[in-house]
């Protein structure tokens, strides 16, 4: 398969927040520049992809996050489309990534609580992260651009705290109803034809990796439903685990005594 053909651009769902979600970048980036305590809005939004990462896995990178926005509906007409390297994918990559954000974002936090009580510590505070905000957005764009939209989102930190805090809610057992993946109706109803990977901006492959209940259990899946949209046979959903046992029986159950589900 030619690497041109390994993204399709077309048929992407798109909710109107996802759309524009964008739009903070340049409130945050690029107006925290002359007014710092802008990136104090960072903070709640950290705080929220937390709270939505424990409950639902990597939902916000692929419905609400801003820099996901940029990537997919700014960069990606121009993207040159191509495969994402393996060492971008990479465990290495992604907890090397995760531990040197968190060390200089620690790093700076600790010099800037020195400064509690002064009237510039609010404004100080927010310039950390506004800078941090500028340093993914350059960066992500520059791969946007060069190798493909979501390649940035392959090892981003703050991805991999919401995997981190998504393995929290599963220990838990806390997200089994807020936990919603990819799920298809019957896995003999798959035609194998690709289409859910060809789409996918994170180049998962759900088709190949329906487990026993019917479901894509990939923790790097951003949850954007593309696949379910674009899914040929219209079989794709998305559902939790509850509801997904509570089918599975009753098609079992249907089955068994003759019936059709």
């Given at each position: 398969m030619g690497s041109n053909l390994h993204y399709i651009r077309k048929n992407r769902f798109s909710p109107r927040l996802r759309k524009y979600a964008w739009i903070f970048i340049l409130l945050v980036a690029l107006g925290g520049l002359w007014h710092p305590r802008l990136g104090?809005?960072?903070?709640?939004?950290?705080?929220?992809?937390?709270?939505?990462?424990?409950?639902?896995?990597?939902?916000?990178?692929?419905?609400?996050?801003?820099?996901?926005?940029?990537?997919?509906?700014?960069?990606?007409?121009?993207?040159?489309?191509?495969?994402i390297p393996g060492f971008l994918r990479s465990k290495a990559m992604v907890f090397f990534a995760f531990f040197w954000f968190m060390f200089m974002l620690g790093q700076r936090l600790i010099r800037v609580s020195a400064t509690f009580g002064a009237a510039s510590f609010l404004d100080s505070l927010g310039f950390?992260?506004?800078?941090?905000?500028?340093v993914v957005t350059v960066s992500g764009s520059a791969l946007a651009f060069y190798v493909r939209p979501?390649?940035?989102?392959?090892?981003?930190?703050?991805?991999t705290f919401q995997v981190l805090m998504y393995k929290l809610g599963?220990?838990?057992?806390?997200?089994?109803?807020t936990d919603k993946k990819v799920t298809v109706s019957a896995t003999e109803a798959c035609r194998k034809c690709g289409k859910c990977s060809l789409v996918c901006p994170m180049q998962l492959e759900p088709?190949?990796?329906?487990?026993?209940?019917?479901?894509?259990?990939?923790?790097?899946?951003?949850?954007?439903?593309?696949?379910a949209v674009n899914c040929p046979a219209g079989i794709l959903s998305f559902d939790n685990e509850r509801r997904q046992s509570g089918t599975g029986?009753?098609?079992?159950?249907?089955?068994?005594?003759?019936?059709?589900?």
């Amino acid at each position: 398969m030619g690497s041109n053909l390994h993204y399709i651009r077309k048929n992407r769902f798109s909710p109107r927040l996802r759309k524009y979600a964008w739009i903070f970048i340049l409130l945050v980036a690029l107006g925290g520049l002359w007014h710092p305590r802008l990136g104090l809005l960072v903070i709640p939004v950290m705080l929220a992809l937390g709270i939505l990462g424990f409950l639902n896995g990597k939902y916000w990178c692929g419905n609400l996050c801003p820099h996901g926005s940029l990537f997919d509906y700014v960069i990606m007409p121009v993207s040159r489309n191509k495969k994402i390297p393996g060492f971008l994918r990479s465990k290495a990559m992604v907890f090397f990534a995760f531990f040197w954000f968190m060390f200089m974002l620690g790093q700076r936090l600790i010099r800037v609580s020195a400064t509690f009580g002064a009237a510039s510590f609010l404004d100080s505070l927010g310039f950390i992260f506004v800078m941090n905000y500028l340093v993914v957005t350059v960066s992500g764009s520059a791969l946007a651009f060069y190798v493909r939209p979501r390649a940035w989102c392959s090892f981003c930190p703050m991805g991999t705290f919401q995997v981190l805090m998504y393995k929290l809610g599963k220990l838990l057992r806390l997200n089994r109803v807020t936990d919603k993946k990819v799920t298809v109706s019957a896995t003999e109803a798959c035609r194998k034809c690709g289409k859910c990977s060809l789409v996918c901006p994170m180049q998962l492959e759900p088709y190949r990796g329906f487990g026993d209940n019917n479901r894509f259990d990939n923790e790097m899946c951003i949850r954007c439903a593309t696949c379910a949209v674009n899914c040929p046979a219209g079989i794709l959903s998305f559902d939790n685990e509850r509801r997904q046992s509570g089918t599975g029986a009753l098609r079992a159950a249907s089955k068994n005594s003759g019936g059709i589900y």
